[in-house]
């Protein structure tokens, strides 16, 4: 079964610092391996997904990479902002039907 | 729609009581997952829907959890019985396809907060 980890479970970082999020997963058998958002009390919001033919994806301040032989995929923040604040998950696809979480880290930007 | 909905979005129950929640998905996404997230637990698989049917109930905690989708489109997820461990954050989704790697993005509603007493 594919398990998916996510170090840290939270982090604290100063307004303006560029910040890595860390994911790893056990079956590198994946078709596709996703990055969302969660707010507090809200549902998730997708922010990239990479297919497991890609290397990274790039959507504004925000950088995925994949590496499926080391079973990693960073994400990556520039210049983050208070707004950034949120717990982000990744997720790996790893049949037709089932995605497997991480749980998350827990963004904390502080002006 | 234009998102994926889901109602209600908080219900507190007595312990022993049936719950349904509802699950309104994108119109034309014929993909449906149910999620469930604990406090401090990632995201648990409980079913996924293709169309109508249900390829993988793999995830059903137990035999208190049913669901099904009519019409390829709204679905309805049952507790019966309701037990505390049970309290929960349950998160439907929705995407165009689900096969293969043009697996298409999943789109999330806000969930419903179940809380049983």
């Known amino acids: 079964k594919q398990e998916v980890t996510q170090i840290p479970a939270a982090l604290s970082v100063p307004e303006g610092e560029n910040l890595v999020l860390n994911c790893s997963f056990t079956?590198?058998?994946?078709?596709?391996l996703q990055w969302f958002r969660q707010d507090p009390g809200k549902g998730l919001t997708s922010l990239l997904l990479i297919q497991s033919s890609q290397r990274e994806q790039t959507s504004g301040r925000l950088n995925a990479s994949l590496d499926k032989s080391s079973g990693r995929s960073t994400l990556y923040i520039a210049a983050s902002q208070p707004g950034d604040s949120a717990t982000y998950l990744c997720a790996a696809q790893t049949g037709a039907n089932n995605l497997f979480f991480g749980t998350g880290t827990r963004l904390t930007v502080i002006p | 729609g234009a998102g994926v909905s889901q109602s209600p979005s908080n219900k507190v129950t007595e312990k022993g009581k049936d719950v349904e929640l509802r699950c309104d998905p994108i119109?034309?996404?014929?993909?449906l997952y149910w999620y469930r997230q604990s406090l401090g637990q990632g995201l648990e698989f409980l079913i996924y829907f293709q169309g109508n049917s249900a390829p993988d109930k793999s995830g059903l905690p137990s035999d208190r959890f049913s669901a099904e989708r009519t019409g390829g489109s709204v679905s309805t997820l049952t507790i019966q019985r309701t037990q505390q461990e049970d309290s929960a954050v349950y998160l439907c989704?929705?995407?165009?396809?689900?096969?293969?790697?043009?697996?298409?993005?999943?789109?999330f509603g806000a969930g419903s907060r179940l809380t049983v007493l």
């Open positions: 119109s034309g996404h014929t993909a």
């Open positions: 989704a929705s995407s165009l396809a689900a096969r293969g790697a043009g697996a298409n993005v999943l789109t």
């Open positions: 079956d590198s058998a994946i078709y596709n």
